[in-house]
T-cell receptor, first 112, second 116 residues
Framework: DQQVKQNSPSLSVQEGRISILNCDYT??????FLWYKKYPAEGPTFLIS?????DKNEDGRFTVFLNKSAKHLSLHIVPSQPGDSAVYFC???????????FGQGTRLTINP | DAGITQSPRHKVTETGTPVTLRCHQT?????MYWYRQDPGHGLRLIHY???????DKGEVSDGYSVSRSKTEDFLLTLESATSSQTSVYFC???????????????FGDGTRLSIL
């Protein structure tokens, strides 16, 4: 039973345009959500997080939106850059940032 | 990097042999975690530790054990490796104190384990 789902295995976006990565969850007890970025042969790197008391959090080019009623979150990257090409994982927890449950990941490719 | 070293980085072994992976941190973080990453599953939590000698099971703990005898080291042991445990294993750390429980986890670069 996949509690966190990323339904798009891959996404291709033109450089300079907006990248939107989506994530759905089923567990209504989740109250903290994170996005990680992963390059090949490296560990995931933390990007941005949001708690359930907010519906938006912004950090530079990265914005995370949370829609609790739809149990949906999204990551917006504007503008997209070639270095953004990576696999992106969303994660959720009901215990702060501990005991994370990850989605399957979405491979983002930024085309020049 | 967050001061996390995983060893070995690569290992090939045979079914039925014991295997121990090591995670070493220099950040004095309280919490440490072991995950495995498999295609189609993302990362799944195996075990975690919330202090020296304090550990608990994660989502996929069967066939694995852990030990944490000091703050900086968290060991993952496969008592009798099986082919289904072929995976990439990641260690993560977070939070120096319980009150920092919303601090994000930081990951090591992984150990690629192949069991033939």
């Amino acid at each position: 039973d996949q509690q966190v789902k990323q339904n798009s295995p891959s996404l291709s976006v033109q450089e300079g345009r907006i990248s939107i990565l989506n994530c759905d969850y089923t567990n209504s007890m989740f109250d903290y959500f994170l996005w990680y970025k992963k390059y090949p042969a490296e560990g995931p790197t933390f990007l941005i997080s949001i708690s359930s008391i907010k519906d938006k959090n912004e950090d530079g080019r990265f914005t995370v939106f949370l829609n609790k009623s739809a149990k949906h979150l999204s990551l917006h990257i504007v503008p997209s850059q070639p270095g953004d090409s990576a696999v992106y994982f969303c994660a959720a927890s009901s215990q702060g940032a501990q005991k994370l449950v990850f989605g399957q990941g979405t491979r983002l490719t930024i085309n020049p | 990097d967050a001061g996390i070293t995983q060893s070995p980085r690569h290992k090939v072994t045979e079914t039925g042999t014991p295997v121990t992976l090591r995670c070493h941190q220099t950040e004095n973080h309280r919490y440490m975690y072991w995950y495995r990453q498999d295609p189609g599953h993302g990362l799944r939590l195996i075990h975690y530790s919330y202090g020296v000698k304090d550990t608990d099971k994660g989502e996929v703990s069967d066939g694995y054990s852990v030990s944490r005898s000091k703050t900086e080291d968290f060991l993952l042991t496969l008592e009798s490796a099986t082919s289904s445990q072929t995976s990439v294993y990641f260690c993560a750390i977070s939070a120096r104190q319980v009150l920092d429980s919303n601090q994000p986890q930081h990951f090591g670069d992984g150990t690629r384990l192949s069991i033939l």
